[in-house]
């Protein structure tokens, strides 16, 4: 009689259930996997992610933000913040163009192009870095044309936000192919057909329908960059005040001993992490609110 | 406006999509392009929208040469099979759309687009959901919205490409309908392309019939079912049956009957006949009475269909009777009867493809 009951108020409101249920595992398993999960995310991510504020408030609020207000930290902050304003919008145009061209267009190559936009996903950090280094670098190829016109890349903050672009560009394209492709070119031809040239029909048409996901791209690519390390650490030259990012002002940090210090610039990271996180679950909730208003 | 087609011919990589193709649509015409699918109905409609280039051949509007022509500049109203509706936009939005991307000099004012889509809205009866999305519509309503779309912008041409093809039968009858009215209303000349040969009868004015890139033949509903120019088109407008043998002195041999074949060049070749000219009866009364065994009888509707067995050459044969033919007859499942075409139509079978 109950199981009759559920049956209709739920395919009065959410048919869905109806046919979850073959699938449902007993009270009992669903606990332990529930359990595995939450104790595992704990013991991994909660304790450690604790631990840094704790470490962090160690020597009390004044001693925290003296040491977030130190003119090294802050240079850290900035060139950060620096690199991740330059990276973000190049990477946002490098990847719809890239994704437009292989969603829209047939050619030959095209599934050489998409496994060379996953490269840096492939490629150790540290190797790219090297790559710049060997490329930009004082006896690198193109090292003494650049010291000609008295240009520095490596070393400085061009190096930092080349490796940084290098290591993050897939994230975008890489988020947009997929949905482009799904998405198919009928409603840009239905576009042209009304008239509209090429630039409106991707502002009006296009654009909209991929916003979600490039903007999820956009956080994905702005976590990244921010964390960056291996790539950025070869490049930069570690100099204090002038090319050290958040991450590598941590790490000297730690190596001189003063851990609260470096605890205080890591809480900060981690609050743009959580903060990354929470736009990323509101993205998550508003797409799929809008895939479930076009099922 | 009119439109020309002279000399189209389209490859995909190595495959010719279309082979030559030239046709002339008058103005105000509603024409069918009616063929299996590969047959190249679709790239010919794109082709004459602009949103595929040929790679010979010119298209002509009104005698003017738009073949370098970009789409945008072409003001054809395309609709598609699967409505290609802006998702992002309202049913108002999506109609306005053309009239909005206008270049300011030429845009109408926002009260003149208000007017001009609510009165859309109302033609195609979908003034109440204007503020609503594509994805709350059904498919018909979807469909007519996308018909609304391509009529804001006042078309020279208007093609649809399978735009009833996802649609289910009751809905794609109405809509069918729906169409032919409205392009008596507009007058506005259109293209569409169909699978469906029934649907292409029952709304064009003209049917082009393609295959294989190429076109089989042109003419009205009437000429091609009535007068098929070859075999494909035979086969292809309705239900057929053959029957393969030798003409010799104007009669056809098949099985172990002669049919009389008037006007009819010797050798082999291949009859046709449609499944409602036949004749059945209870006796051998010509030398074209073939002795079949009755195998089916389908009584669904008003006409009966009936498949029967030949018995010299074990053969089935299709034939349809109306209701009231069958009740005079009363078959029955297992009988022999005579069964004589008639009305025949050969081909020699050098051209037969089929």
Redesign the interface.
């Known amino acids: 009689m109950l199981a009759n009951h559920n049956s209709v108020a739920a395919e009065t409101n959410k048919p869905v259930i109806l046919t979850r249920n073959a699938t449902k595992e007993p009270k009992s398993i669903q606990w332990i996997l529930i359990s595995i999960v939450l104790l595992f995310l704990t013991l991994f991510l909660v304790v450690p992610l604790i631990a840094i504020f704790v470490k962090a408030f160690e020597k009390g609020a004044d001693a925290y933000f003296a040491a977030i207000a130190h003119p090294d930290s802050m240079s850290a902050i900035k060139l950060t913040l620096i690199v991740v304003l330059i990276t973000l919008p190049l990477n946002a145009i490098f990847g719809v163009v890239a994704a437009w061209t292989i969603t829209k267009y047939e050619f030959k190559g095209k599934n050489f192009l998409i496994t060379l936009i996953d490269l840096p996903f492939s490629v150790s950090p540290v190797i790219a870095g090297l790559i710049f280094v060997l490329l930009f670098g004082l006896h690198g190829a193109l090292g003494p044309l650049l010291q000609n016109y008295d240009i520095k890349v490596i070393f400085s903050i061009p190096g930092i936000v080349i490796a940084s672009i290098f290591i993050t560009f897939p994230f975008i394209a890489r988020e947009l192919i997929p949905l482009m492709q799904s998405q198919g070119t ?2 840009e ?9 090429g630039f ?1 029909t991707f502002w ?2 296009t654009l ?2 991929i916003k979600w996901g490039l903007l999820y791209g956009v956080i994905l690519c702005n976590a990244r960059t921010i964390g960056e390390f291996g790539a950025v650490s070869v490049v930069s030259g570690h100099i204090r005040g002038m090319t050290n990012t958040m991450p590598l002002h941590i790490e000297i940090l730690y190596n001189e001993y003063q851990f609260s210090a470096a605890f205080a610039v890591a809480s900060l990271m981690s609050i743009f992490a959580i903060i990354t996180l929470v736009i990323k679950i509101f993205i998550e909730w508003k797409t799929d609110f809008k895939s479930s ?3 | 406006m009119s439109i020309i087609i002279e000399n189209v011919t389209k490859y995909y990589g190595s495959y010719q999509a279309l082979q030559n193709i030239n046709l002339e649509i008058k103005s105000g015409e509603l024409v069918a392009l009616l063929g299996p699918s590969g047959s190249g109905k679709t790239s010919l409609l794109r082709i004459i929208a602009g949103l595929e280039q040929a790679e010979n051949g010119n298209i002509l509007f009104n005698e003017e040469n738009y073949t370098n022509k970009h789409v945008k500049d072409r003001n054809v109203g395309f609709v598609f099979q699967h409505y290609a509706l802006f998702r992002n936009m309202t049913i108002f939005d999506n109609v306005a759309y053309g009239l909005k991307v206008r270049p300011r000099k030429i845009r109408p004012s926002k009260t003149a687009i208000e007017q001009k889509v609510t009165e859309l809205l109302q033609l195609v009866k979908l003034e109440g959901y204007k503020d609503r999305y594509p994805s709350q519509l059904s498919g018909g309503q979807r469909q007519r919205v996308a018909l609304a779309r391509a009529l804001a912008v006042e078309p020279n041409i208007l093609l649809l490409d399978e735009p009833f093809g996802a649609l289910d039968a009751k809905v794609r009858k109405e809509l069918r309908r729906w169409l032919r009215r409205l392009h008596d209303e507009f007058n506005v000349t259109s293209v569409f392309v169909t699978h469906d040969q029934e649907e292409a009868m029952d709304v064009a004015d003209r049917v082009v019939i393609m295959n294989e890139g190429k076109i089989e033949q042109i003419g009205t509903p009437e000429e091609v079912y009535d007068q098929p120019k070859n075999p494909f088109v035979y086969d292809f407008l309705g239900s057929v049956n053959l029957f393969k043998g030798k003409v010799h002195q104007g009669k056809l041999a098949t099985g172990n009957v002669e049919i009389h074949v008037p006007d009819s060049e010797d050798g082999e070749s291949t009859g046709y006949v449609r499944a409602h000219n036949f004749i059945i009866e209870r006796e051998s009364l010509e030398t074209d009475s073939i002795a079949s065994v009755i195998d089916h009888i389908h009584t669904i509707g008003p006409i009966v269909r009936i498949e029967v067995i030949r018995q010299d050459i074990n053969e089935p044969l299709e034939i349809e009777l109306t209701k009231e033919q069958y009740n005079n007859l009363e078959l029955k499942k297992g009988e022999i009867v005579f069964v004589r075409p008639k009305e025949l139509k050969v081909f020699v079978d050098y051209m037969a493809g089929i």
């Open positions: 009928s409603e031809e239905a576009s042209l057909t009304l008239g509209a040239g409106k009006y048409v909209p329908n208003k076009v099922s």
